[in-house]
Structure formats: C-alpha cells, structure tokens
C-alpha cells in the first residue's frame, strides 16, 4: 500500500482483529501507528511487536479525558496527527429486549466516542493540512435481523454521522469515510464458529457470493486505502468489504421460481 509514508494515525480498537491489522499495514507501508485500546496490555504487546513507529495509549472512548489524552499523545510522540481510524465497538447486544443501560452503553461507544474521537483529533489534522478519518458501520446496518437491536442501529447511525463529518470538515480538507465489513475472522465469529474457519466458510458461503468469512486484513486494506493520499478525492463514502453479501438480497441471489422447484 503507497500513499502512507510519514502519515499518522490512530487507531481506536488498534489492539486486536481489523484495528490491530490496520497498525501492522500502516508500519508496513512507512507509516506510525498510535494504538489507542481499553486492552492495556494487548495494546502494548502489539506495540512492542511494531518498534519505533507505533505507540499505545489507553483509551476509552466513552471517556472524554481518556480521548483527549489519546491525541495527546499521538501528537508527543510522533509530531501531528493525520489519521484516525474509530474501530473501538461494543458488540453486546440484547435484541430489543436491551436495557435502556444497553442502549446507552452502545451508543456511547458506536456513536458519541467516534463523534468525539473525530472532533478531538480534527485541529491536529488541521495543523498538517488535512486528514482522513475512516469510521466503521456493517452489513448489519443494511439488513432487519431477529433478535438484534443496538449493534445494528448503532452502525445504522454512523453513516449518517459520517456523511455530516464529511461535509462539515470538507473544507478543511479532512476527509470522512466509512468501511462495511461482513462477517469477518476476528472474535465474535471466531467464537462462534468454535474457532473453527473451516466451519465459519461453509456457513457464510450461504450469505456471501465469494463464498467465505473475511480476514481481517482484507478489511484493513480498505482502510489502509481510505487512509491513504490514493483516496484525496474520496469523501463521505461507505465502502462495503462484504463478499457480496450486500448484493445477494434475502434469497442469497437463488431465483425465487428455482427455490420453490426444490
């Protein structure tokens, strides 16, 4: 991936799955990653394991102070800020039976920590003549699904929220994207599946035209490009890294007439 060297950017969520993916792509391509993660020491770790150019901070993003100090620090250690990847998710999910402290607990996290995220990091941006900030809904924002509630709106909402980023901080060439992932090899399909990918294939291969889950660093590529000085004039997006599953529809793409003939 080109378009990255010298650039800065912090990844919320940065210790494991897509985050952790997306600091290893940024070192890689001559970037600096600063790794901004509740997971103290899986943060730290992946730090270790990238050198001098990537940096953890403790972060919550529900907690203004803790995203002040994350910039903070982006900026101490490596001079500017020029990206800002918002990958810190909540995952539970009670369905609509959630508690309002489930729902408030989800949107804190999914919706007001990337809001803020993004507008902590923004002067910084502005001081090195722009940024980009990539941000994440699902396909789980697209589809009804049973016996979910908060992640799915939460995801819904972020795309609204991204596009008013992106018009907002347009002018002063910040660029706001979003990536929509499927199912992807990282903890809750991975839990689910027991661990086993080979199941987790065969299973989304009903869902997903190519016919498998993810890896993580397929998603992080995409990132990695909207991050990048290739995407300049790509603002507002929702980029889907999903297999297709976005196109098949609720008859995973099987004529209605051929499914009644079986």
Same mark, same amino acid.
């Given at each position: 991936?080109?378009?990255?060297?010298?650039?800065?950017?912090?990844?919320?969520?940065?210790?494991?799955?897509?985050?952790?993916?997306?600091?290893?792509?940024?070192?890689?391509?001559?970037?600096? =990653?600063?790794?901004?993660?509740? #997971? *103290?020491?899986?943060? +730290? @770790?992946? $730090? %270790?394991?990238? &050198?001098? !150019? =990537?940096?953890?901070?403790?972060? #919550? *993003?529900?907690?203004? +102070? @803790?995203? $002040? %100090?994350?910039? &903070?620090? !982006?900026?101490?250690?490596?001079?500017?800020?020029?990206?800002?990847?918002?990958?810190?998710?909540?995952?539970?999910?009670?369905?609509?039976?959630?508690?309002?402290?489930?729902?408030?607990?989800?949107?804190?996290?999914?919706?007001?920590?990337?809001?803020?995220?993004?507008?902590?990091?923004?002067?910084?941006?502005?001081?090195?003549?722009?940024?980009?900030?990539?941000?994440?809904?699902?396909?789980?924002?697209?589809?009804?699904?049973?016996?979910?509630?908060?992640?799915?709106?939460?995801?819904?909402?972020?795309?609204?929220?991204?596009?008013?980023?992106?018009?907002?901080?347009?002018?002063?060439?910040?660029?706001?994207?979003?990536?929509?992932?499927?199912?992807?090899?990282?903890?809750?399909?991975?839990?689910?599946?027991?661990?086993?990918?080979?199941?987790?294939?065969?299973?989304?291969?009903d869902y997903h035209p190519l016919g498998r889950?993810?890896?993580?660093?397929?998603?992080?590529?995409?990132?990695?490009?909207?991050?990048?000085?290739?995407?300049?004039?790509?603002?507002?997006?929702?980029?889907?890294?999903?297999?297709?599953?976005?196109?098949?529809?609720?008859?995973?793409?099987?004529?209605?007439?051929?499914?009644?003939?079986?």
């Open positions: 991936m080109d378009g990255l060297t010298g650039k800065v950017a912090i990844i919320t969520g940065g210790a494991k799955g897509i985050g952790a993916a997306t600091a290893r792509g940024l070192v890689a391509a001559g970037g600096r =990653a600063l790794i901004a993660d509740i #997971d *103290v020491e899986a943060g +730290a @770790a992946l $730090a %270790a394991e990238l &050198g001098d !150019a =990537a940096a953890s901070e403790t972060t #919550d *993003v529900t907690d203004d +102070a @803790a995203i $002040a %100090a994350c910039v &903070g620090r !982006a900026e101490a250690a490596f001079g500017g800020i020029d990206g800002l990847v918002n990958g810190a998710v909540l995952f539970k999910d009670d369905g609509l039976d959630s508690s309002r402290e489930r729902w408030l607990a989800g949107f804190d996290c999914n919706i007001v920590g990337p809001a803020h995220m993004v507008e902590a990091a923004a002067p910084a941006m502005r001081r090195r003549g722009g940024g980009s900030v990539v941000s994440f809904s699902s396909i789980a924002a697209k589809f009804g699904q049973r016996g979910r509630g908060v992640y799915p709106a939460t995801k819904a909402a972020i795309r609204q929220l991204t596009r008013n980023q992106a018009m907002h901080h347009a002018a002063d060439r910040i660029r706001v994207n979003l990536v929509s992932p499927a199912w992807t090899w990282t903890t809750p399909i991975i839990d689910a599946a027991g661990g086993d990918r080979a199941k987790a294939d065969r299973v989304a291969a889950v993810a890896d993580a660093e397929e998603v992080a590529a995409a990132v990695l490009f909207l991050l990048s000085d290739n995407a300049r004039f790509i603002t507002g997006i929702d980029l889907p890294v999903d297999g297709g599953y976005a196109i098949s529809g609720p008859d995973q793409g099987t004529p209605t007439q051929y499914r009644l003939s079986e």
